[in-house]
């Protein structure tokens, strides 16, 4: 019964217009009004609790990094470094935004931020060479959604303080899978857009390819400290999020020169409004996660599916459909708060592992920015790039389809991703 009460409380509020955060704190008063156990302190404290965690530090530095990066000029150089290896070959910008997006997804992990500057060179310079405007868009926000699984992530270190599963091993594990992902995205781009009547790029020569090596090597350098200060443990994943902050500063204002003292302002701000919307999230899920312990909805759940747990990749399977169709209603990070508490003792009462399974939770969730009603990175495109939504929509579907097989790939064969992740970490 507890079950019914929790999803009928939270659907009926959302169903109602409330934002997410706030239906949250709806639905913990209440399951809490349900238990008899009404107290407006276990609210306070444990929204206080949910945001007095260091590990979170990494969120607000991390975006900033990427707000940072786009004003400060990386973003360009990057687009510019893939045009000039793969601009010249038949739907070379194709490649060239799928490039773009893997790169930049190493360096902020913000899915709407990179959509949102490849949509903004890439779209109009596709357009003008005649490729099919609704499909290049749509391929562009297929591309983004690879940020959230390349690390540095915010969605992994999100999942990793809502399920404790440390954040390092999530970072580590998520590479191969978001490769995996890009490599979808050029066969299917190959397939659908190969024999498209398109003008090419002229041929770069070797000089102007190691001239945008030089131009770009400051933006391609910031992965490389990331990473490899994480994989070495000379750094945590915060103090790696402080490190890429004042590194995309240090480039953009003394290196490329683009980030001037009157941008900051604006970079800030856009930075503290996304910051302060997801650690809202955060803090409201955390009374929600507290109730769903406390009212033991994990044990009901894992009762009706008790015959599931003896067949762990069945048990994915389902899991990753429920996951695909709360992510169409569910941005990204109220997915995760929700979710993550309810399925994570299931997981492990199951033996599968826990890394494993978030880089699949969050691979899953990618595919709801790209579906509608919600579909946050199919707006970003279209408003960026000025391309109807409908289109966009109808743009993506084949990219879509190369990314959920990419899931269904990895659902059968966990390996994959389980073994180089222990090979990195």
């Known amino acids: 019964m507890t079950l019914l009460v929790f999803i009928v409380s939270l659907i009926g509020a959302m169903s109602l217009g409330v934002p997410v955060a706030f239906a949250l704190i709806f639905c913990g008063v209440i399951l809490m009004s349900f238990m008899g156990m009404f107290n407006t302190q276990i609210i306070a404290q444990n929204m206080l609790i949910g945001a007095d965690t260091f590990t979170l530090l990494a969120i607000p530095f991390f975006i900033l990094a990427g707000e940072l990066m786009n004003a400060g000029g990386l973003s360009k150089r990057i687009i510019e470094f893939a045009i000039t290896f793969v601009g010249h070959i038949r739907g070379g910008l194709g490649l060239v935004a ?3 997006a893997v790169i930049m997804a190493s360096i902020s992990g913000s899915a709407a931020a990179d ?3 490849l949509a903004a060179i890439l779209i109009p310079m596709m357009a003008r060479a005649g490729y099919n ?20 992530s915010m969605a992994f270190i999100i999942f ?17 899978p978001g490769l995996l992902m890009g490599l979808s995205l050029v066969i299917t781009w190959m397939i659908v857009a190969g024999r498209d009547n398109v003008e ?8 102007d390819r190691w001239q945008s090596i030089g131009r770009a090597a400051w933006a391609l350098g910031m992965p490389v400290i ?10 945590t994943p915060t103090e790696a999020a402080v490190i890429a902050a004042f590194y995309a500063l240090f480039v953009g204002m003394v290196v490329y020169r683009e980030l001037k003292p009157r941008h900051l302002l604006g970079v800030l701000i856009a930075a503290g409004r996304t910051t302060a919307a997801i650690m809202f999230l955060v803090c409201a899920a955390l009374v929600s996660a507290w109730l769903i312990t406390a009212a033991n909805i994990p044990n009901e759940i894992a009762g009706y599916i008790a015959p599931l747990i003896e067949n762990p990749k069945l048990l994915m399977l389902v899991i990753m459909l429920l996951i695909l169709v709360v992510g169409t209603a569910l941005d990204l990070t ?7 508490p309810v399925l994570m003792p299931i997981v492990i009462k199951a033996g599968i592992d826990p890394v494993y399974f978030g880089v699949m939770f969050i691979m899953n969730c990618c595919i709801g920015l790209l579906t509608p009603p919600v579909g946050v990175v199919l707006n970003v495109v279209s408003g960026v790039g000025r391309v109807p939504l409908g289109k966009v929509i109808r743009g993506v579907w084949p990219f879509l389809i190369a990314q959920i097989l990419v899931i269904l790939l990895l659902v059968a064969f966990p390996s994959i991703v389980i073994v180089p992740a222990r090979w990195f970490y």
């Open 334 to 340: 109220p997915t995760i708060l929700i979710l993550t």
């Open 160 to 176: 990793g303080v809502a399920a404790n599963v440390s954040i390092s091993q999530l970072f580590m594990a998520g590479i191969v």
């Open 98 to 100: 799928i490039i773009a």
């Open 115 to 117: 959509t949102a500057a």
């Open 226 to 235: 990331i990473l490899g200060g994480i994989r070495m443990g000379v750094v």
């Open 200 to 207: 090419t790029l002229p041929r770069a020569p070797w000089t």
């Open 133 to 152: 405007v609704p499909r290049s868009a749509g391929l562009i926000a297929a591309g983004g959604v690879i940020a959230p699984v390349i690390p540095p």
